[in-house]
């Protein structure tokens, strides 16, 4: 039996990737931190198949017991403050959790003596202000958020391992992933929630920011299947996840509305508040290395992924306010 080591696991892409590798049996470990409320409700369906141990990526002691308690076969590093918004407000703990913690994940398993495979979770966010487009493995970074230069550290440091100490390490940069158990903090949970209320009388309005952001936008459940065949290849590398397709919050926000029958247009307040000191106007990736090499594409298009979150929301907001 395979063993694998989920850090974040109660966040949507560890979720997802939970219930991928019990179905292939594997004995999944979840690291948790020792002193957070943790909320279960993403893997509240599967939370009995599951280990858990604590630790912290702040503290390398924590990683290198989890690490040698699980003695695992391969690590997804997941965890990370993963908001861009709260970067800006958090930039020196940002900088610490999803840049130097990663330095604590590799060292935990380098010192292991283990035969480990490792995934870091690299996000399109590195790209920032492109410099080319669409993005793929070989472009240049230019993040525009604390958040986009420590993805960028925790990118690096990975390929930096890899190549120092012959470490099975990959770095997955994935756009944008989304899905019904997404945080309610980001742009397209907040729009699909807001939709929900709205078209069940408890909200009249909803307030954004830049609505001509773009961005690839695929499904998490998609997404995580693609870290798994990263680390089942022979050799390590690193790869491109996305769709392809480039659409703006403003279509994210029709498409969403259309499905209830209303029109965005009579409920969207723009507001300054919500846009971001250093905008990221646009993100599109190519994952042509994926699918020749992974033999990896997405299955969900943009507008069954969105149609399925707002239905989610319905229900859930249903549930809650009745």
């Known amino acids: ?40 409700e993403n ?45 800006w407000k958090q930039p020196i703990y940002t900088g610490e959790v999803t840049g130097l913690g990663v ?24 790209f920032g202000k492109v410099v080319e487009t669409p993005q793929t493995e070989k472009t240049p970074f230019y993040p525009r958020s604390p958040y986009g ?18 470490l099975f390490a990959c770095s997955g940069i994935l756009f944008n992933h989304e899905s019904p158990r997404r945080g309610i903090e980001f742009v397209t949970r907040k729009v699909t929630d807001a939709v929900a209320k ?11 920011g830049n609505l001509d952001s773009k961005r690839d936008w695929g499904f998490a459940g998609d997404y995580v299947e693609a870290m ?39 409920y969207v307040i723009g507001d300054p508040k919500f846009f971001r000191p250093a905008e990221v106007d646009l993100l599109i990736g190519n994952p042509q290395k994926a699918k020749r090499q992974l033999d990896w594409e997405p299955k969900v298009s943009f507008k069954t992924l969105i149609e399925m979150m707002v239905e989610e929301d319905l229900k859930r907001n249903s549930k809650k306010y009745s």
């Open 43 to 87: 893997i509240k369906h599967i939370k009995d198949e599951i280990d858990f141990l604590s630790g912290d990526l702040r503290d390398l002691t924590s990683l290198t017991e989890a690490v040698k308690v699980a003695k695992a076969d391969e690590v997804y590093n997941l965890a990370a403050q993963s908001y861009v918004g709260d970067s």
């Open 103 to 126: 330095t604590n994940m590799l060292e935990a398993i380098r010192l292991s003596n283990l035969n480990v495979r490792f995934y870091q979770a690299s996000s399109s966010e590195m």
């Open 228 to 266: 798994w065949k990263m680390l089942q290849q022979q050799n390590p590398d690193d790869y491109v996840i996305a769709t392809g397709e480039t659409h703006t919050v403003k279509e994210w926000v029709q498409t969403a509305f259309n499905y209830v029958g209303l029109k965005w247009e009579n």
């Open 1 to 40: 039996m395979k063993k694998a080591l989920i850090t974040g696991i109660t966040g949507q892409d560890g979720s997802y990737l939970a219930d991928l590798l019990l179905s292939k049996g594997y004995k999944v470990y979840g690291l948790k931190r020792r002193t957070a409320t943790e909320n279960y």
């Open 149 to 166: 230069v420590a993805k960028v550290y925790g990118h690096w440091i990975t390929v930096n391992y890899r190549e120092s100490f012959n």
């Open 198 to 208: 709205i078209k069940l009388g408890l909200q009249n309005e909803l307030r954004l």
